[in-house]
Each structure stands twice: as structure tokens, then as C-alpha cells.
């Protein structure tokens, strides 16, 4: 099945900085790969997503990037805010499904005012 | 737009006891997931719902079992409670079987004591 791992497992920037958040998959068949963000003690948020079409995909201070040949998606978040502050969970399809999903460990992301 | 609710939002049961969670889908949402999020870990998928009938099912033993019902709404029960089924309960909602994004409600907390 699909192995997801994702590094770092806790992340500390600077207020203004930028943070990266890397993730691997197995299944070369992964079509789709979603970035969640989850508040303390609430259900995770989707924040970004990209498709296999595509290598980037930007929403304001938020991009991800893929690269299918080395399988691995990443989730940038530029000058970052105190708000960023959460933990991150990437995600990849398991094989021959669309919505049904293997996720990564989080990345605890601590911003410092 | 009402988005994916879930109910109880915390509950503490004895060991070998049976629980039932309850979700409410997106508004047009047809396909429900469940997942399990142990602390400190990344969502599990457990099943998928759709068309009132499972479609796909994670690593989880037969006493997971689940529902949905024509209007959408979906239950998650746990048979024979174990220790390590404490965790937080994930209900996903995806507007078609075939679409690739799923939206979280804010979870269900399950104590086994």
C-alpha cells in the first residue's frame, strides 16, 4: 500500500520567515495530494491542494510542489505569521481510489513572535 | 452552507463496551469517510461510505462497523472497546464518490477507561 512519511516532525521559525514541510509517497499512481492543517483540538482544514498535472500550486502566502519523478510534495508557507502556528499533515491517495487517504505524521510548525 | 458535524464531541466509555458516533455530511455531500486519529498521529482511514453501503475499507477489525442513511448521515459503532480505540474520531465528507477532496468535521474524542 501507499507509504506517506513526512519531515520535519516539528518545526520552529521565526515570525516572517519561511517554513517548508516535505512529504514522500510510494504509489507512483497518486494523482492528488492534499495539505491539511489542524488547530488544537479541532478536525483537520484543508488548505492546499495539487494535482499530478501540475508541479506548483500557489495561494497567497501558501505553494506546493510536486515532483512526480522523485515522488515527493511539499508545502511552503511564506512570512509566516503566529497564526501558522499547527500541526500539518500531507496526504496521498490510497491505490485505485480518488478520496480515500494514507496521511503523513504532521509537522507541529511553531511560529515565534 | 452547513458544513460536516459530528456528534458526541467527547464521550468516556468502560473497556468491552459497545459506542456509536454520528455524522452529518456536507450539504450535497454524498460520500462520508471515517478515520481515526490516535494522539499525535496522522488520520487512519477506517471506511467509506457511499450509496448507504461501505466502499473501501481501512486496516481496522470487523467490530468497526458502520452506517449510512439515505439523507447522507452517517454513524461509526465500535464493538468491544479496547484501550487503544481512545482517540479522536474523524468524519470526511466529499461531495462525489469520485471527487478527490474531503472536508473533516471537528471529531468525536473517545475515552476508553
Known amino acids: 500500500g501507499e507509504n506517506v512519511e513526512q519531515h520535519p516532525s516539528t518545526l520552529s521559525v521565526q515570525e516572517g520567515d519561511s517554513a517548508v514541510i516535505k512529504c514522500t509517497y510510494s504509489?507512483?499512481?497518486?494523482?492528488?495530494f492534499p495539505w491539511y492543517k489542524q488547530e488544537l483540538g479541532k478536525g483537520p482544514q484543508l488548505i492546499i491542494d495539487?494535482?499530478?498535472?501540475?508541479g506548483e500550486k500557489k495561494d497567497q502566502r501558501i505553494a506546493v510542489t510536486l515532483n512526480k519523478t522523485a515522488k515527493h510534495f511539499s508545502l511552503h508557507i511564506t512570512e509566516t505569521q503566529p497564526e501558522d502556528s499547527a500541526v500539518y499533515f500531507c496526504a496521498a491517495p490510497t491505490p485505485n481510489t480518488g478520496n480515500q487517504f494514507y496521511f503523513g505524521t504532521g509537522t507541529s510548525l511553531t511560529v515565534i513572535p | 452552507e452547513t458544513g460536516v458535524t459530528q456528534s458526541p464531541t467527547h464521550l468516556i466509555k468502560t473497556r468491552g463496551q459497545q459506542v456509536t458516533l454520528r455524522c452529518s455530511s456536507q450539504s450535497g455531500h454524498n460520500t462520508v469517510s471515517w478515520y481515526q486519529q490516535a494522539l499525535g498521529q496522522g488520520p487512519q482511514f477506517i471506511f467509506q461510505?457511499?450509496?448507504?453501503?461501505?466502499?473501501g475499507r481501512g486496516n481496522f477489525p470487523p467490530r468497526f462497523s458502520g452506517l449510512q442513511f439515505p439523507n447522507y448521515s452517517s454513524e461509526l459503532n465500535v464493538n468491544a472497546l479496547e484501550l487503544d480505540d481512545s482517540a479522536l474520531y474523524l468524519c470526511?465528507?466529499?461531495?462525489?464518490?469520485?471527487?478527490?477532496?474531503?472536508?473533516f468535521g471537528e471529531g468525536s474524542w473517545l475515552t476508553v477507561v
Open positions: 495539487i494535482r499530478s498535472n501540475v
Open positions: 504509489d507512483s499512481a497518486s494523482n492528488y
Open positions: 470526511a465528507s466529499s461531495p462525489t464518490v469520485s471527487g478527490n477532496t474531503i472536508y
Open positions: 461510505y457511499y450509496r448507504e453501503e461501505e466502499n
